[in-house]
């Protein structure tokens, strides 16, 4: 899954891309409130972590531009402003959690993982379909118990079509979520990933709707 980080903090900046990468993100980051504006707006993302205090065009004011043209990526706020009034004004503009600086990596992880879960309509960090289950905390995919050795890459869009099982994702979709914006992206990437996924698998997880994308149904069943 693809994090947009907006933080203009060198260290901070630093230290978070590290941390979401070895929680198996795809993270582009931005210093400046007008260019991180421009990259969720034409931008598809997972989620986003903002910084209030931003050069240029600050944070809040980014989330409402965001909001009041319907891009609904799940945001977590990260500021020095500690009063209770500012934090309000945060989730009011339309974030969907707020850490205030200084915290700990694990919590940040934390937050960010249930912000993801929530708005695939998920609450419990382990979500199963048949005998199959993705467990977001430990990054682990099991299927009747026994794991799965995936690549980052192949969890990354297992979790993606998990997260959002039920929803035919578009191969577009699905590849703007498993490279950042400054790569190029090959366009039969995606296929040629399932199909190594799908090698991995006893069960038929991952289904194909021609024409539309991929789809993880409610209830998988055994492969042939």
């Not at 009034?85 to 993982?113: C, H, N, Q, W």
């Not at 299927?143 to 079509?161: A, I, T, W």
């Not at 995606?190 to 997880?205: I, S, T, Y």
Request: proline share 4%; no cysteine.
């Amino acid at each position: 899954m693809r994090i947009l980080l907006v933080e203009d903090d060198d260290r901070i900046r630093k230290d978070v891309t590290g941390a979401l990468k070895a929680a198996g993100y795809v993270v582009d980051s931005e210093t400046d409130g007008e260019e991180a504006w421009f990259l969720g707006d034409t931008e598809t993302y997972g989620a986003v972590v903002l910084d209030l205090g931003l050069p240029h065009m600050d944070g809040l004011s980014v989330l409402k531009r965001w909001r009041g043209a319907g891009r609904d990526m799940p945001v977590l706020v990260l500021t020095a402003r500690g009063s209770w009034s500012e934090r309000v004004e945060g989730i009011d503009a339309g974030a969907d959690d707020y850490l205030p600086k200084p915290f700990r990596m694990e919590e940040l992880l934390a937050r960010l993982r249930a912000i993801i879960r929530r708005s695939g309509g998920h609450s419990a960090p382990v979500i199963t379909v048949n005998g199959t289950e993705l467990d977001t905390k430990q990054m682990r995919l099991t299927v009747d118990g026994v794991p799965v050795n995936l690549s980052p890459q192949e969890y990354r869009l297992v979790s993606f079509l998990m997260l959002n099982k039920g929803r035919v994702v578009s191969q577009q979709e699905l590849s703007e979520h498993l490279q950042s914006v400054h790569f190029e992206r090959e366009s039969n990437a995606v296929e040629v990933l399932v199909g190594r996924v799908r090698r991995k698998l006893p069960v038929a997880l991952i289904e194909t709707r021609r024409g539309f994308g991929y789809i993880v149904p409610d209830t998988a069943s055994d492969a042939q």
